[in-house]
């Protein structure tokens, strides 16, 4: 809204023509979804008190977690509300990449939300049930990657990008980029949502990879940056940093009250967002492996889960004490703030990993 404000105030006086400035819009939204999420927080933490919108902890749980039993939950409907409105008053709406994420937003927290009212309302950790949660987001990454594809404009928007290498760009067939662009998102999204089980350790890795991801996403907007580092040229792809710093402002402002110990969880329908959000993001990118990368603790979280199944289901062990894999540490005696901060430390060190592949080519 103000990108178009500016554009029209500008014949009126020049100095309006700031609100038009990218930097400034992003540092706009930043702030503007911080102090959304900072100011009304404890009166949404309250309304959700109110509203018994409680946390139900899985019985064969860690014990430790036994005494989060009553904690505010769904709190990731305050990070989406200031994140959906940071964006509209602060990005070009004219932009089609900024409606793909919008959509994919509102999209994946649906799903999200009805399963966080469905435990709720069953009284215990069982929502929706795996199948029909596939199934959900399986229709709506089909549907949004379909559309990226049978409506891109410049090649390089459905070319696969391999890091290190300056010109392994080779454009996909539209099953290849539908199959791996859903892969990446539906992937994403559950990844993020296995990883929410300590406070605070899945929002500072999403805030901290929506900011490397706002940085390429900047680079490949800027016709200079990106001849520089030898990256394609894709015109829309700056607009994506204003989005991205809405989600890290409002992000460090839920990280606020969801810090050891949490006053309040963001439930599915934050995690499962969240992680949608990075993984649309990503695509829209075309840097899924880089984003791979950037999202290690992630990936590392969900690889436990898969490894635990297939180990139990065909040798009768488990070879971790309780998956995902932060509730082994957490068994092997780790403090939880332990975890949480260490997860961090190396979510920070794989990012800055991958940022490297940028300039190594």
Same mark, same amino acid.
């Given at each position: 809204?103000? &990108?178009?404000?500016?554009? *029209?105030?500008?014949?009126?006086?020049?100095?309006?023509?700031?609100?038009? @400035?990218?930097?400034?819009? !992003?540092?706009?939204? !930043?702030?503007?979804?911080?102090?959304?999420?900072?100011?009304?927080?404890?009166?949404?933490?309250?309304?959700?008190?109110?509203?018994?919108?409680?946390?139900?902890?899985?019985?064969?749980?860690? &014990?430790?977690?036994?005494?989060?039993?009553?904690?505010?939950?769904?709190?990731?409907?305050?990070?989406?509300?200031?994140?959906?409105?940071?964006?509209?008053?602060?990005?070009?709406?004219?932009?089609?990449?900024?409606?793909?994420?919008?959509?994919?937003? $509102?999209?994946?927290?649906?799903?999200?939300?009805?399963?966080?009212? +469905?435990?709720?309302?069953?009284?215990?950790?069982?929502?929706?049930?795996?199948?029909?949660?596939?199934?959900?987001?399986?229709?709506?990454?089909?549907?949004?990657?379909?559309? /990226?594809?049978?409506?891109?404009?410049? #090649?390089? &928007?459905?070319?696969?990008?391999?890091?290190?290498?300056?010109?392994?760009?080779? %454009?996909?067939? %539209?099953?290849?980029?539908?199959?791996?662009?859903?892969?990446?998102? *539906?992937?994403?999204?559950?990844?993020?949502?296995?990883?929410?089980?300590?406070?605070?350790?899945?929002?500072?890795?999403?805030?901290? *990879?929506?900011?490397?991801?706002? +940085?390429?996403? @900047?680079?490949?907007?800027?016709?200079?940056?990106?001849?520089?580092?030898?990256?394609?040229?894709?015109?829309?792809?700056?607009?994506? $940093?204003?989005?991205?710093?809405?989600?890290?402002?409002?992000?460090?402002?839920?990280?606020?009250?969801?810090? @050891?110990?949490?006053?309040?969880?963001?439930?599915?329908?934050?995690?499962?967002?969240?992680?949608?959000?990075?993984?649309?993001?990503?695509?829209?990118?075309?840097? &899924?492996?880089?984003?791979?990368?950037?999202?290690?603790?992630?990936?590392?979280?969900?690889?436990?889960?898969?490894?635990?199944?297939?180990?139990?289901?065909?040798?009768?062990?488990?070879?971790?004490?309780?998956?995902?894999?932060?509730?082994?540490?957490?068994?092997?005696?780790?403090?939880?703030?332990?975890?949480?901060?260490?997860?961090? #430390? #190396?979510?920070? $060190?794989?990012?800055?990993?991958?940022?490297?592949?940028?300039? /190594?080519?």
């Amino acid at each position: 809204m103000f &990108e178009y404000l500016g554009s *029209i105030l500008v014949d009126v006086d020049p100095g309006f023509d700031v609100l038009r @400035y990218l930097t400034v819009r !992003t540092l706009g939204g !930043t702030v503007t979804a911080l102090l959304i999420t900072i100011l009304l927080g404890p009166l949404f933490i309250k309304k959700l008190k109110s509203m018994q919108f409680e946390q139900y902890v899985r019985t064969d749980g860690p &014990e430790s977690h036994y005494k989060k039993t009553g904690t505010p939950t769904m709190g990731g409907v305050l990070i989406i509300s200031s994140l959906l409105i940071s964006t509209l008053l602060w990005a070009d709406l004219s932009n089609r990449y900024i409606w793909v994420v919008l959509i994919t937003t $509102i999209l994946f927290a649906s799903i999200g939300f009805l399963d966080d009212f +469905l435990k709720i309302k069953n009284k215990s950790s069982d929502g929706l049930t795996s199948k029909q949660k596939i199934l959900m987001q399986l229709f709506f990454s089909l549907s949004i990657i379909s559309y /990226l594809y049978f409506s891109y404009q410049e #090649i390089a &928007e459905i070319s696969f990008i391999v890091p290190f290498f300056k010109n392994f760009i080779i %454009p996909m067939s %539209p099953l290849l980029f539908i199959f791996i662009g859903s892969f990446v998102l *539906i992937g994403s999204s559950n990844a993020v949502n296995l990883t929410d089980g300590l406070d605070g350790l899945a929002i500072l890795p999403s805030v901290l *990879i929506a900011g490397a991801l706002g +940085l390429i996403a @900047y680079s490949m907007g800027n016709q200079i940056i990106a001849d520089y580092l030898y990256l394609p040229h894709l015109k829309l792809s700056g607009e994506l $940093i204003v989005f991205c710093g809405a989600l890290i402002g409002s992000g460090i402002g839920f990280l606020w009250y969801n810090t @050891y110990p949490a006053q309040v969880f963001m439930g599915d329908v934050g995690s499962l967002t969240l992680g949608a959000i990075l993984g649309i993001m990503a695509v829209l990118l075309r840097h &899924e492996l880089v984003f791979a990368i950037m999202a290690g603790v992630f990936v590392i979280e969900t690889l436990s889960v898969a490894i635990q199944v297939i180990s139990f289901k065909t040798r009768g062990k488990r070879v971790f004490l309780m998956a995902p894999i932060h509730h082994h540490f957490e068994l092997k005696g780790w403090p939880e703030p332990k975890i949480i901060v260490r997860f961090w #430390i #190396i979510t920070l $060190i794989l990012i800055l990993i991958a940022l490297a592949t940028l300039k /190594l080519r």
